[in-house]
Antibody
């Protein structure tokens, strides 16, 4: 059974860089028909797509975050990562990694989520 | 950007009731609409994709319908485990996609 697990610091200082890694077990990152993505949910607010990556190296980002986001993949380690630069309090959220099925355009598997707080 | 508006924002219902949640897109999205269930402190769970297709393992009391800009999720005969927050998600421009604001189904 596929499992995704987020890891990284739970506290980031304003203007710093938020870095998270998602480790996938029970499956391969090279599976066709799937993207690997990051989403977030600020406290009490709606879910927001951050960006996605394909095993070929192609990446896609939310236009509202594009200037600050980088997603990279390491298929040999079964990991993909998120870097978000110049963070502010508005970036405080639960961050999820997810497996996205391309043919039906949905997130079929999710990590448990990790709370990242931006504060000094 | 496509904006998704859900209504109501919350609904109170009893076990055994039928509940309908509505999601409206700011522009036509044909069939590219999904529904998720989220319980407190947990990741969302996919229920329905492509407007009306049930994800494997999801009970048949969940159903979806709609097209264009207006979509609905119906839960017939609410069960105790169904009390949660439900989100719609559009994917008309996948890999870019967005979510509605959520509908909390509470116990009356």
């Amino acid at each position: 059974q596929l499992q995704l697990q987020e890891s990284g610091p739970g506290l980031v200082k304003p203007s710093g860089t938020l870095s998270l890694t998602c480790t996938v077990s029970g499956g391969s990152l090279s599976t066709s028909d799937y993207y690997w993505g990051w989403l977030r949910q600020p406290p009490g607010k709606r879910l927001e797509w951050i960006g996605s990556a394909y095993s070929s190296g192609s990446t896609y980002y939310n236009p509202s975050l594009k200037s600050r986001v980088t997603i990279s993949m390491d298929t040999s380690k079964r990991q993909f990562s998120l870097n978000l630069t110049s963070v502010a309090a508005a970036d405080t959220a639960v961050y999820y990694c997810a497996k996205l099925r391309i043919s039906t355009a949905v997130a079929v598997d999710w990590g448990q989520g990790t709370l990242v707080t931006v504060a000094s | 950007d496509i904006k998704m508006t859900q209504s109501p924002s919350s609904v109170s219902a009893s076990v055994g009731d039928s509940v309908t949640i509505t999601c409206r897109a700011s522009q036509p999205i044909t069939k590219w609409l999904a529904w998720y269930q989220q319980k407190p402190g947990r990741a969302p769970k996919l229920l329905i994709y492509l407007t009306s297709d049930l994800q494997s393992g999801v009970p048949s009391r969940f159903s979806g319908s709609g097209s264009g800009t207006d979509f609905t999720l119906t839960i017939s005969s609410l069960q105790p485990e169904d009390f949660a927050t439900y989100y719609c998600q559009e994917a008309n421009s996948f890999p870019s996609f967005s979510f509605g604001g959520g509908t909390k189904v509470e116990i009356k």
